[in-house]
T-cell receptor, first 115, second 114 residues
Framework: DADVTQTPRNRITKTGKRIMLECSQT?????MYWYRQDPGLGLRLIYYSFDVKDINKGEISDGYSVSRQAQAKFSLSLESAIPNQTALYFC??????????????FGPGTRLTVL | AQSVTQLGSHVSVSEGALVLLRCNYS??????LFWYVQYPNQGLQLLLKYTSAATLVKGINGFEAEFKKSETSFHLTKPSAHMSDAAEYFCAVSPFDSSYKLIFGSGTRLLVRP
C-alpha cells in the first residue's frame, strides 16, 4: 500500500463549487505539505503543517484553506473554485525526527479541473 | 530569496547517450539541493540530494549530480540514457528556515529516442 495517498485522483467541478482534497499518510511523519503543479511553473507551496495545531501559509494560499484533522490527515479545500485553480495537486510529508528530515515524500497527486 | 532555474523545458537524447539536465540555484548560503523525478501519472520520487557532504552525489537509477559552489550549479547527469528514463525532472532547493519547504524549478521533460 502507498505511504501517502490522495483522494480523489481526478475531479471535475464547476466554478463556485466547494471542493475538498484529502491526503492521508501511514509514514508517521509530523510535517505535511500541499503543493500545486502547473505546466512550466513547477510545484508551488500552498500550505504546510508541522502538527495538528500548527498551520502555515505558503506562497500561494489565497483561495485555499486547510485542515489537519490528525497527524496522518491533511485536507485542502477550495471554498469557491475558479478555473485558474485547475491544476495537479500534490500532498507531501517529511519527518522532523528522521536523519532525512529535509526529504519530502509525495503522494500520487489529484488532477482538478474547474469548468 | 532562494530560487532555482532549470535551463531547458525539454531535453531530447538518444537511447545510450549522455543525459545532462541543468540546474542553477540562487542562495546566499549553500543550500540543500534535490533532484526529483516524476513519471507519467505519478507523484514525485527523490532521485538524489546534496546536504553539504560530498559534492558528487549518486542517486538511484544511475543518476548523479555535482554541487559546484563557484557556479551555483547542481546539474544532473547519467552516462547512458534508457527509454525508462523518460520523465519530468525537477530540481529543488530547501531554504534554511523553519518551514523545511522545497522551492522547485520549473521542470525539464526528458525525451529518450530509440
Amino acid at each position: 500500500d502507498a505511504d501517502v495517498t490522495q483522494t480523489p485522483r481526478n475531479r471535475i467541478t464547476k466554478t463556485g463549487k466547494r471542493i475538498m482534497l484529502e491526503c492521508s499518510q501511514t509514514k508517521g511523519h509530523d510535517r505535511m505539505y500541499w503543493y500545486r503543479q502547473d505546466p512550466g511553473l513547477g510545484l508551488r507551496l500552498i500550505y504546510y503543517s508541522f502538527d495538528v495545531k500548527d498551520i502555515n501559509k505558503g506562497e500561494i494560499s489565497d483561495g485555499y484553506s486547510v485542515s489537519r484533522q490528525a497527524q496522518a490527515k491533511f485536507s485542502l479545500s477550495l471554498e469557491s473554485a475558479i478555473p485558474n485553480q485547475t491544476a495537479l495537486y500534490f500532498c507531501a510529508t517529511s519527518d522532523t525526527h528522521s536523519d532525512s528530515t529535509d526529504t519530502q515524500y509525495f503522494g500520487p497527486g489529484t488532477r482538478l479541473t474547474v469548468l | 530569496a532562494q530560487s532555482v532555474t532549470q535551463l531547458g523545458s525539454h531535453v531530447s537524447v538518444s537511447e545510450g547517450a549522455l543525459v545532462l539536465l541543468r540546474c542553477n540555484y540562487s542562495s546566499s548560503v549553500p543550500p540543500y539541493l534535490f533532484w526529483y523525478v516524476q513519471y507519467p501519472n505519478q507523484g514525485l520520487q527523490l532521485l538524489l540530494k546534496y546536504t553539504s557532504a560530498a559534492t558528487l552525489v549518486k542517486g538511484i537509477n544511475g543518476f548523479e549530480a555535482e554541487f559546484k559552489k563557484s557556479e551555483t550549479s547542481f546539474h544532473l547527469t547519467k552516462p547512458s540514457a534508457h527509454m525508462s528514463d523518460a520523465a519530468e525532472y525537477f530540481c529543488a532547493v530547501s531554504p534554511f528556515d523553519s518551514s523545511y519547504k522545497l522551492i522547485f524549478g520549473s521542470g525539464t521533460r526528458l525525451l529518450v529516442r530509440p
